[in-house]
């Protein structure tokens, strides 16, 4: 476990336990075709509508993105109308935002392999907290500096499902992002030294086909400890010639979904609403105990959610989880629901995910229509939080 004697972990910087997360990727997808939710889903046109939903669940605090490949269509040329726009209108509703700066999505000249990659990152990183603090000067900034890079350098790196399209380099596309990570952060604190920074990476648990088999057993441990490369990384642990510090591991945001467990070998997914469930199937407490032993930072379930029918059942299972966590001790500061307004798919945009508080049903006006019993189960886990006198 790392010292904390720098940062406190009992201090929540968050205005509510209960966030929201709306979708911002602008990545290229599997077809090499530019999505961007941030208009798809209707949240560029019902910007002030969404936020006034959010008071209606008691919540303060949210997730935004910049949409890089937006911001910079031309190289350190930077146009940042739809920001300043988020920031005034979160700023007269009450609502902090939490910034990504790359969530998924590069401009269309940059891949994270190219020579140049890290250097436009780390100039936008600080030119965007140079425009941030012109509009607001005195409050905390929190940011994402890039969003799940495991996640990315996998699906770019080894799959082939965006930029830069690559297989079989997957921790090459990771090694870079994290460079561009690290430079970005320092680039940030050259311009505002109290910037925090919460890294949101998968929480995931991947177990072995064979118990009894040692070599199985190994694999599995292997390919689930990788998960806490980036972290090792931006600490330092790991890689120092990228210049990680302790201090850079800050607050950890864990992104947990319903298929974030599964079979080393098959990619059998560990169903988690079967009773009895796996024998190796882990809680989510036990899941966010081991990454708070193994750091000793503060944490937030940074995404969760679920399509479909069960997403009232999601909800109250996140709920009694998050509880069991806060009565532990464990410095769990927050829950973002993600995405709290439904998104489509990013390879078919013609299919939508209905994994939303409130559901689009119709693609060209974008209305949105709340799914009541998600919304019932927001209510009644803010009724727990309550009583347990957590502010929600």
């Known amino acids: 476990m790392f010292s904390d004697d720098f940062l406190d972990i009992n201090t929540n910087p968050f205005k509510s336990f209960l966030m929201g997360g709306f979708e911002c990727a602008d990545h290229q997808n599997a077809f090499g075709n530019r999505v961007d939710l941030y208009k798809v889903s209707g949240h560029e046109r019902y910007l002030e509508e969404d936020y006034d939903r959010l008071h209606e669940l008691g919540i303060k605090t949210i997730r935004e993105g910049i949409r890089w490949s937006a911001v910079e269509t031309e190289p350190y040329q930077y146009n940042w109308s739809e920001v300043e726009r988020i920031i005034k209108v979160s700023e007269s509703k009450n609502i902090q935002v939490i910034w990504d700066i790359c969530h998924f999505g590069f401009p269309d000249d940059l891949t994270p392999l190219h020579p140049m990659f890290a250097r436009r990152f780390g100039n936008l990183c600080r030119e965007f907290v140079i425009k941030y603090r012109s509009l607001v000067p005195e409050d905390s900034l929190i940011v994402t500096a890039i969003n799940e890079v495991s996640f990315i350098s996998w699906l770019g790196g080894d799959v082939r499902g965006t930029s830069p399209y690559c297989t079989g380099q997957g921790w090459e596309v990771k090694y870079a992002l994290m460079k561009a990570y690290i430079e970005g952060i320092e680039k940030m604190k050259e311009v505002d030294a109290g910037i925090r920074i919460m890294v949101t990476e998968p929480l995931i648990n991947i177990v072995p086909n064979d118990p009894l088999s040692s070599l199985s057993v ?175």
């Open 218 to 392: 190994l694999n599995a441990e292997n390919k689930h400890f990788e998960q806490f490369q980036v972290h090792d990384i931006l600490s330092g642990a790991i890689c120092p010639e990228l210049r990680g510090k302790p201090e850079y591991l800050d607050i950890i945001g864990v992104n947990y979904y319903y298929n974030n467990q599964w079979v080393n070998e098959t990619y059998e997914r560990l169903p988690w609403a079967e009773k009895p469930t796996h024998p190796l199937f882990k809680s989510l407490q036990s899941l966010i105990e081991a990454v708070f032993r193994r750091y000793g930072r503060s944490v937030v379930i940074a995404e969760t959610s679920h399509p479909g029918e069960d997403r009232a059942k999601w909800i109250s299972m996140i709920a009694d989880e998050c509880l069991s966590v806060l009565q532990t001790g464990i410095p769990l500061l927050g829950c973002c629901y993600y995405p709290i307004v439904d998104r489509p798919d990013w390879d078919h945009l013609d299919i939508w995910h209905h994994s939303g508080i409130w559901d689009v049903f119709d693609p060209v006006s974008v209305t949105r229509k709340a799914d009541v019993e998600s919304l019932h189960a927001i209510s009644q886990f803010k009724k727990l939080l309550d009583a347990l006198n957590t502010y929600a």
